[in-house]
């Protein structure tokens, strides 16, 4: 078999593209290598269109096989299963650049499917997929204007990396996916730790210029392999009734958008488009090309008054926000709340306080790790008043909750400043723009009055881009309309020393980076604004935790008494976890966090753990429970496994003749500890404990 691939050096690996040995019934199949990591990224186009189809059926599947990292799944079931999280985060990672990048009017039915068949647990596959699936659509016969290239960039000691390992990417202070074509950049994803706009726009200017033999390698790969390109008709609309419908709902739709409410021009529009609908279906035409000809309409209009009459279709200036409120423990039993209401965009945000047996345990190809900090995101269908089935969490809930929660990382407290689980659920009541920042203005505030303590505040913004030609207008905080119609998604979120996490989403080819810097420094000014209105609300995190909220004590012992403090099979830890109701979590570290809504719970929890794990003191006094009886006194548990003995002399103040007149086996009273003999036996008085 002839062998069909190129190869490039990329960072500090060679990148090998291959096609034509795997996978070969695909209209287009590569694998991808980098260092010991593989990836095959097929590429599949349906033939025929959906009878009825409106839009792009595109599907994303990324594969994380535990075969290759050599391991076997966890579970009964020992075989993958449902897509993990981190799985449909990089499938919409690769959908995100793709999508915009095939011809409008295409409906035919397009499946991308990216399987990691080895990972050398060194080198991320995210990027290997992303460049895959271009590649695979590229030299296959399905329409598609590519290539694109990715990198993942990191800042490690002040020095950008290309494509870094694990191992940097944990220690980085900024780590962004740069994607981009030779238009310029596509789509962004980011975390970091406040980090300037300056620094940050450095680093996607690296991952640009890095990015130019990439796309010169699949330029060669498709010229030598790809396909020829299939001719496809695409879905339009006939210009005769494309100017018939135009010249209906023009004038009306331009009085549609005088109106400043949302719920009145959509319900006009509708009124419109039914109109339309029993007008012009009666002539021939076909109600679904009516609909879509209104859109169009729609969006003409949209993007022409902010184009050409400098108007937003609510009033507002380009860079003026819609009005904020910010309220705070909204909720009487839960450990922290607020409610951000921005515009028609509302965020009710919900922080609850766990111990360490709440962490998520999270498994990944590069092995297994847990999670402290959660942030979870519901957008339930009355917050655009509609109705539809309530199911689990979409890949975009799962993908705006992943966002606000990269935004918040950079601010969260360590687990040994705050030996907390913390979850946040933000719950959208109301979306009319970009739902995902309002999640992050809400989340922060519930985190500062549940008493979290946070470094700082951090605020979101969107913008959003209408070009035509060399003709540019960047909005701050889109609405709906603006981003339905628009052709940038830019959300930017940070605190007032840097920014945080950014994502970058387009509807055309790209952008320059002369244009991404413009919308930095705009979002820059939105932010502040809106860090300013959560500050009237709530300035600094809360002293004290909700008293619903769990305690958690700090108790270190010697390492060397882990063991006898679990014991054998975890019996004295479970008898501690029984007796008093306490959780308890031991870290390798001799660092044991106690943690119950009940104070006296802890400390007893906590007398018991000491009994335990440190040595007998003499002097001291513990509670102790009586084990045996025997003519000369009686044996005292102070803890598992340790027993002294009260001598009838230290039974009572006054004479004791016979021990069981004073005592029996299951009794529980205080002793004092007043000797240990030089064979470690010990010697108790109940008397000069009371």
């Known amino acids: 078999m002839q062998k069909k691939s190129l190869q490039i050096k990329f960072g500090s690996n060679d990148l090998i593209l291959e096609t034509g040995r795997m996978a070969k019934q695909a209209n287009g199949s590569v694998t991808v290598t980098y260092g010991g990591t593989v990836v095959l990224v097929t590429a599949c186009m349906s033939r025929e269109v959906r009878e009825g189809q409106g839009f792009f059926p595109l599907t994303v599947e990324y594969q994380e096989k535990t075969y290759a990292a050599g391991r076997i799944p966890g579970g009964f079931f020992k075989r ?8 449909i985060l990089t499938s919409r990672l690769i959908d995100r650049p793709i999508r915009p990048l095939f011809p409008e009017g295409f409906l035919n039915e397009v499946q991308v499917m990216a399987i990691v068949l080895s990972s050398d647990g060194e080198n991320e596959s995210d990027i290997l997929a992303l460049i895959g699936a271009s590649a695979a659509l590229s030299i296959s016969s399905i329409p598609f204007k590519g ?5 993942r960039v990191a800042r490690v000691n002040n020095e950008f990396v290309l494509n870094p390992t694990y191992t940097q990417i944990g220690l980085a202070d900024l780590e962004v996916v740069v994607t981009g074509n030779s238009q310029g950049v596509v789509m962004l994803e980011s975390r970091a730790n406040e980090i300037s706009e300056e620094i940050y726009f450095e680093a996607v200017k690296f991952g640009m210029d890095s990015l130019k033999p990439i796309l010169s390698m699949q330029e060669e790969f498709c010229k030598l392999y790809g396909e020829k390109k299939a001719k496809i008709e695409l879905k339009t609309i006939d210009a005769a009734i494309m100017q018939k419908i135009e010249s209906l709902s023009e004038e009306k739709l331009k009085n549609v958008y005088k109106l400043s409410g949302k719920d009145e021009r959509e319900e006009e529009v509708a009124l419109l488009t039914k109109e339309l609908e029993t007008q012009l279906v009666g002539e021939g035409f076909l109600a679904a090309d009516i609909r879509t000809g209104i859109h169009e309409v729609e969006k003409k209009q949209v993007r022409r008054m902010i184009l050409h009459e400098n108007v937003r279709i609510d009033g507002r200036s380009f860079t003026q926000i819609r009005p904020i409120s910010c309220e705070v423990s909204v909720l009487p039993r839960t450990h922290g709340s607020s409610l951000f209401t921005r515009g028609q965009t509302q965020s009710l945000a919900i922080t609850t306080l766990g111990t360490g047996e ?11 790790k847990k999670k402290s900090f959660m942030l979870h995101y519901n957008f339930p269908s009355f917050s655009v008043g509609e109705t539809k089935p309530v199911r689990g969490p979409g890949r975009r809930e799962i993908g705006h909750g992943a966002l606000a929660e990269k935004s918040l990382l950079a601010v969260m ?28 203005c809400a989340a922060t505030l519930a985190l500062m009055d549940a008493g979290v303590p946070i470094k700082q505040a951090v605020g979101g913004v969107a913008l959003g881009l209408v070009k035509d030609g060399e003709k540019e207008v960047i909005l701050t905080d889109i609405a709906g309309l603006e981003d339905h119609f628009g052709d940038m998604d830019f959300k930017v979120a940070g605190t007032r020393d840097g920014v945080t996490a950014v994502q970058l989403d387009l509807k055309i080819d790209g952008i320059s980076l002369d244009l991404l810097k413009k919308c930095l420094a705009q979002s820059k000014e939105g932010r502040f604004f809106i860090l300013d209105k959560m500050n009237s609300a709530l300035t600094a995190p809360r002293n004290e935790l909700s008293s619903f909220a769990p305690r958690i004590d700090v108790v270190k012992i010697n390492t060397e008494k882990i063991g006898e403090l679990i014991g054998p099979g975890g019996k004295n830890i479970k008898a501690i976890i029984a007796a008093t109701g306490a959780s308890i979590d031991i870290k390798d570290d001799g660092t044991v966090l106690v943690g119950s809504t009940d104070a006296s719970k802890s400390e007893a929890a906590i007398r018991m753990i000491k009994a335990i794990a440190e040595d007998v003191e003499v002097g001291r006094i513990y509670s102790g429970k009586v084990k045996r009886i025997m003519p000369f006194g009686v044996f005292v548990e102070i803890a598992p ?13 006054t004479f004791t003749k016979k021990v069981e007149d004073i005592v029996k086996v299951g009794d529980e009273f205080k002793v004092k500890v007043i000797g240990v003999d030089e064979l470690g036996r010990i010697n108790l008085s109940k008397k000069q404990a009371e």
Do not use: W
């Open 641 to 653: 496994r340790k027993e002294g003995l009260v001598h009838v002399s230290e039974l009572s103040a």
């Open 147 to 151: 290539p694109i290239a990715a990198c």
């Open 358 to 368: 709440d962490e998520q345990l999270v498994e990944a190809l590069e092995g297994e």
């Open 80 to 87: 993958e299963g449902r897509p993990s999280e981190s799985e």
């Open 413 to 440: 407290p360590s687990k040994e400043k705050f030996p907390y689980t913390i979850r946040v659920v933000s719950e959208i009541l109301e979306s009319n723009g970009s739902s995902s920042m309002a999640s992050v």
